[in-house]
T-cell receptor, first 113, second 114 residues
Framework: KAGVTQTPRYLIKTRGQQVTLSCSPI?????VSWYQQTPGQGLQFLFE???????NKGNFPGRFSGRQFSNSRSEMNVSTLELGDSALYLC????????????FGSGTRLTVV | GESVGLHLPTLSVQEGDNSIINCAYS??????FIWYKQESGKGPQFIID?????DKRQGQRVTVLLNKTVKHLSLQIAATQPGDSAVYFC?????????????FGKGTKLSVKP
C-alpha cells in the first residue's frame, strides 16, 4: 500500500519566486493537511482540506495557499518567496477526519536563496 | 532577523532501560492528544493517541499518561531499543479530534546508547 507521496523531495528557489508543492494522499483518503517544519518554530499547521474544501487554516500570511482536487491530491503554493520560507513542508492524509489517523509524507525540503 | 534554532531537550538512555518523555500542552480545551516519532529525513510517524476522558492508554511497549489538571502528557517506552532513537513530539487537537489541525510541541530528542 503506497504511503503519502510528496513531490518534489528537494527544491531550491530564489527570493521573490513562487513555488508549488504536491501531495498525493493514500488511496481512499479524503482529508489532507499541510504543515511547515523549521528549526526555529517547529511544526506548524498551515491548512486542511476535505473533499476539495478548505476546512481550517493556520496563522500564515496569504502568500501561502492550497487546494485539493477531486481525486484528493493536494497542492500548496507559496508566492513571493522569502528566506524565512525555507523549511520542510509536510503533508498528511487521513481516511476519516480523526487526527490520530493522519499519515505523514516525508516532506518537501524547500530552500530559498 | 535570523531564526534561532529550537534547543531540543535531549534524553539519553541505555538500551533496555525505560524512557519517559514529557510534554506540557497549551490548550485546556484540547481533548485529543497524540505522540509522534520523527526519524531523520522522514515525516512524523503516529505512535499512540489518547482522549481526554482517559488517564492512561497502553500500546505495544508504549504507554501514554494524561494529567489534565496540570496539562501534562507523558510517553513511556519500555525496554528502549536503538531503533527508538528519534525526535518525539506530542500534539494536541484543539477542535475535539474532528479535524486535522494539530498543535505540536517542540519535541524531545531520544538517544539510545547500545
Amino acid at each position: 500500500k503506497a504511503g503519502v507521496t510528496q513531490t518534489p523531495r528537494y527544491l531550491i528557489k530564489t527570493r521573490g519566486q513562487q513555488v508549488t508543492l504536491s501531495c498525493s494522499p493514500i488511496s481512499g483518503h479524503r482529508s489532507v493537511s499541510w504543515y511547515q517544519q523549521t528549526p526555529g518554530q517547529g511544526l506548524q499547521f498551515l491548512f486542511e482540506y476535505f473533499s476539495e474544501t478548505q476546512r481550517n487554516k493556520g496563522n500564515f500570511p496569504g502568500r501561502f495557499s492550497g487546494r485539493q482536487f477531486s481525486n484528493s491530491r493536494s497542492e500548496m503554493n507559496v508566492s513571493t518567496l522569502e528566506l524565512g520560507d525555507s523549511a520542510l513542508y509536510l503533508c498528511a492524509s487521513s481516511k476519516t477526519d480523526r487526527a490520530g489517523g493522519y499519515t505523514f509524507g516525508s516532506g518537501t525540503r524547500l530552500t530559498v536563496v | 532577523g535570523e531564526s534561532v534554532g529550537l534547543h531540543l531537550p535531549t534524553l539519553s538512555v541505555q538500551e533496555g532501560d525505560n524512557s519517559i518523555i514529557n510534554c506540557a500542552y497549551s490548550n485546556s480545551a484540547s481533548d485529543y492528544f497524540i505522540w509522534y516519532k520523527q526519524e531523520s529525513g522522514k515525516g512524523p510517524q503516529f505512535i499512540i493517541d489518547i482522549r481526554s476522558n482517559m488517564d492512561k492508554r497502553q500500546g505495544q511497549r508504549v504507554t501514554v499518561l494524561l494529567n489534565k489538571t496540570v496539562k501534562h502528557l507523558s510517553l513511556q517506552i519500555a525496554a528502549t531499543q536503538p531503533g527508538d532513537s528519534a525526535v518525539y513530539f506530542c500534539a494536541e487537537n484543539p477542535l475535539g479530534g474532528s479535524q486535522g489541525n494539530l498543535i505540536f510541541g517542540k519535541g524531545t530528542k531520544l538517544s539510545v546508547k547500545p
